[in-house]
Every structure is written in structure tokens, then in C-alpha cells.
């Protein structure tokens, strides 16, 4: 059994916290949550992207064909039924039930940009194809292919910040002269390599590639600010110099910190970070559900405005991380008995 890394799990709990109150103005109307929103997504999106580039580098090597398929049969298997079932979910509510679901495109929904969402490869397209809050699938779905494609090639860490700029570039042309990928692709995407890259760090030699490799981002905004490149509204190495302190600060820790450190995560985020991926997908139909049956009690005047938007905050928010880790969980038990009965059937054949 995989040791899990209790800071690890600390994080993603908080990240998934902050995601949820990004999507939380719907159901309140708090000045203090409407006035943080884009706080709240930025710091708990580049967690979870950063996150994702690190663990990758400490559980999926990649160095044969073989091991890039299992690379993406682990991932398919993780990723794509949950997805699945979520979407299943979000249709009923919108289109059985006729509930309105807050970020659900339903006016612009067509069969092929529901293959597109169905199929993960959202991230590829303009925002426009993204039906939903999925974008976030398709994104990291992105971000695999690249990572093995990276990880295939890159022998050392010089390689990986090498190959990583010219993919950026790239994904960049692609951007802005085809008009194709999601802006929220290339926006996340050196916060993911950053957690590549730290997760490849191993003495001080790594650390001045690192040191490098942030001034080659700083130059390249200059540059693409002198040629117009960039709009104010999509500048996507704001979001990589914002985050650049939180960079340093894990890179330091993890420099002057064993994996045997005696930080322990409260059971509480340990559960939440477990159930995260459930969690992201599925909040806004838990809280849109929540919501109605606050409107309920307030038509019947059991409780008033106010206390049912606090009656969210701190009960329908909980409610929504306990159905995720739920749902999580039992996916997950579905996929082992899976796997048990096929190795017993093996065996006893």
C-alpha cells in the first residue's frame, strides 16, 4: 500500500474548499464571498493542478511503452466512470427534472459538443465547448498526455523545464492564432509542470534549474506583453507569477523535509482529500438540491432568508464533501471487487 503524504492531503482538502466557495454565489448572496470568487478559484484550482503534476512524479514514472499504458489505464479507470456518472447526473437534474443548474450551458448544448465533454477532450476546445464545470476534466485529461509525453522523453530535469517551454509555446500558437484550446488549459499549465518539477527536485542542482527556469517564464511574459500576445483578461503568466511564492515555499519545505515528517493531516481532511475528485463533481448538484429544499422552508416560512443561506454555508457545504467522499468510496469498491473477481475467476479457470 502506497504511504500517503499527509501535507499532500492537507492541500487538496483546502483546494476543494476553496473551489466550492468559488461556485458558492448562486446560493448566497454574501458580499465577503461574491468580493473573494476569483481568490477562491485561482488559489484552489493551482493547488490542485500543482498537486497533480507532483504525485505523478513520485507514482507514474514513465519510461517504456508499457509503462505509458498503464499509465493511461490507471488514469481512464479513475477518472472516466465517476465523469461519467456525473454527467448522467447533471442531465437528470437539468433536462428530467427541469431544474436549473447553475454553470450548466444548457442553451448552447449540442451532440457534438456533448461527445466532445463526454470523451474528456474539452480541454483541446475553445471555452464555448464546455458545457459545464468540466473543463476541469478535459484540462487535466490534457495534462496527462502531455506529462507522458514529457516524462517519455526527458531523461533528467533540464529536459523536463526544456520540453515543457516548447509545449507551452506550442500550446500557445495553438491558442491564439487557431483559436482552439481552453484558456484555462495554458493558464494552469506551468502551475502543473511546477509540480513536475518539484517533484523531480533532489539537491541544489535541481533547485538553480528551477531559479532558471522561473526567470524563462518572466522573460517570455515580457516578451509576449511587448508584442501584444496577451489581453488583460486571459494573462496567463499572471497566474504563474502569483503563484510563484507558493512555488518556492514547497520547494524550500520539501528541500528541509524528509517524507518522514511527524505532520500529521486531521482525519477530517484526510477524508475530504480522498473524496475530492467526487467532491468537484458533483457540489453543484448537491448544493443546487440543498438550495431547493431551502427555498421550500423559506415559502412555508420555517426559516427566513438569511438563516437559509447560513443553513448552506454550514450545512449544505458539509453535506456536499460528505456525498462526494461517498460517492468516491463506493466507486472505489466497485472497481476493487471488479478487479477481485476477475483475478479469483483467473485463478480457479
Excluded at 473477481?341 to 485463478?347: K, S
Amino acid at each position: 500500500m502506497k504511504k500517503r503524504i499527509e501535507e499532500i492531503d492537507t492541500l487538496r482538502a483546502f483546494a476543494i474548499i476553496f473551489i466550492i466557495f468559488n461556485h458558492i454565489n448562486p446560493y448566497t448572496s454574501f458580499d465577503f464571498l461574491k468580493k473573494s470568487e476569483s481568490y477562491f478559484g485561482f488559489i484552489g484550482l493551482s493547488i490542485f493542478f500543482f498537486i497533480s503534476g507532483f504525485l505523478l512524479v513520485n507514482n507514474s514514472l514513465i519510461s517504456s511503452r508499457t509503462d505509458f499504458l498503464k499509465f493511461f489505464k490507471k488514469r481512464i479507470l479513475r477518472i472516466y466512470p465517476i465523469y461519467w456518472f456525473s454527467i448522467i447526473c447533471s442531465y437528470f437534474i437539468v433536462y428530467m427534472l427541469n431544474i436549473n443548474l447553475p454553470f450548466f450551458q444548457k442553451e448552447e448544448t449540442t451532440t457534438f459538443k456533448l461527445i466532445l465533454n463526454i470523451f474528456g477532450l474539452q480541454g483541446l476546445m475553445p471555452e464555448n465547448f464546455s458545457l459545464f464545470e468540466w473543463w476541469f476534466i478535459g484540462t487535466i485529461i490534457l495534462y496527462y498526455v502531455l506529462y507522458a509525453i514529457i516524462c517519455y522523453f526527458s531523461e533528467n530535469i533540464k529536459y523536463i523545464l526544456f520540453y515543457s517551454v516548447i509545449i507551452m509555446v506550442f500550446l500557445l500558437l495553438l491558442k491564439y492564432e487557431l483559436g482552439i484550446i481552453h484558456i484555462n488549459s495554458i493558464k494552469y499549465y506551468f502551475v502543473f509542470i511546477a509540480g513536475i518539477v518539484i517533484g523531480n527536485v533532489k539537491n541544489i542542482k535541481s533547485v538553480k534549474r528551477i531559479i532558471f527556469f522561473n526567470i524563462l517564464i518572466i522573460f517570455l511574459y515580457i516578451v509576449f506583453r511587448h508584442w501584444n500576445f496577451l489581453t488583460n483578461e486571459n494573462d496567463i503568466f499572471n497566474h504563474i507569477i502569483k503563484f510563484s511564492p507558493a512555488i518556492i515555499i514547497i520547494l524550500l519545505y520539501k528541500i528541509n523535509n524528509s517524507t518522514n515528517t511527524k505532520y500529521k493531516s486531521h482525519k477530517i481532511l484526510s477524508y475530504i482529500s480522498y473524496g475530492a475528485f467526487s467532491i468537484y463533481l458533483f457540489h453543484i448538484q448537491t448544493l443546487t438540491l440543498f438550495k431547493i429544499y431551502m427555498d421550500f422552508l423559506i415559502g412555508k416560512k420555517i426559516l427566513n432568508v438569511i438563516q437559509a443561506e447560513y443553513m448552506i454555508l454550514f450545512i449544505g457545504i458539509p453535506i456536499a464533501l460528505i456525498t462526494g467522499y461517498f460517492i468516491q468510496k463506493i466507486a472505489d469498491n466497485i472497481k476493487t471487487q471488479r478487479i477481485l473477481y476477475f483475478f479469483i475467476g483467473r485463478i480457479y479457470r
